[in-house]
Structure formats: C-alpha cells, structure tokens
C-alpha cells in the first residue's frame, strides 16, 4: 500500500488543523492505519492509531482530548483532526498502515509497514 500524507501548515497556538493521509490499494479497509510525529532532534513518536474498525483507537496521552483519528474506508483515507494545538506539536507528522499489528506494539513505530512521506505542521506561540 503507498502513502500520502497532507494538511500540514502552519498555525498559531489554539489553532486547528486537519491531517489527511491516503492510501492505495484495494485493502485499505483491512489496515490498522497509525500517525506518528517527528521532532528536530526526537525519536519518530506514536499520536494516534485506528484499527480496522473505526470504533478502536488509540492516543498519545498529551494528545487525548484535543486530537481526534478517523477513517473513511469507502474514500481510503485516514484523518487527524488537530484541535488546540501546542507549540510543542510542532513536528513532521507521518502516517503509517499495518495489517496484522497486534495491539502491545501498537504504539510501536517499527512495527508498522507502510509509510507515506510525512507533512510538516509548525504550530507558533
């Protein structure tokens, strides 16, 4: 499955954005669909992840509440929508698929397959 990943920008702090990523392929609905952040000078880190059914998802603790991760299989595209954003969210976000990721390693980076380029979102104070 390829990646592509869109929406970032820059925003002021309280701001709101919304990440799209889209994705190829006659399967999509099968895949647990991640996004994850990356920081200058940080490790790659977990935001959100939904499985195959949009009812189960997963957040970083610093995000819940403000940061919301669905699905529209019939458009293959996962979304972020980003609400009361931070200087601190500030990083290069990517998304991520995987078919059979259990759920201990859902947080995980590695574990993740597919990956689309990535979108910058800069958040200023």
């Known amino acids: 499955v390829q990646l592509q990943a869109s929406g970032g920008g820059l925003v002021q702090a309280g701001g709101s954005l919304r990440l799209s990523c889209a994705a190829s392929?006659?399967?999509?609905?099968?895949?647990?669909m991640g996004w994850f952040r990356q920081a200058p000078g940080k490790e790659r880190e977990f935001v959100a992840a939904v499985r195959r059914s949009a009812g189960f998802t997963y957040y970083l603790d610093s995000v819940k509440g403000r940061f919301a991760i669905s699905r529209d299989n019939a458009k293959n595209t996962v979304y972020l929508q980003m609400n009361s954003l931070k200087p601190e969210d500030t990083a290069v976000y990517y998304c991520a698929a995987d078919l059979g990721i259990v759920l201990s390693v859902i947080r995980v980076a590695e574990q993740y397959d597919y990956w689309g380029q990535g979108t910058q979102v800069t958040v200023s104070s």
């Open positions: 392929g006659r399967t999509f609905s099968s895949y647990t």
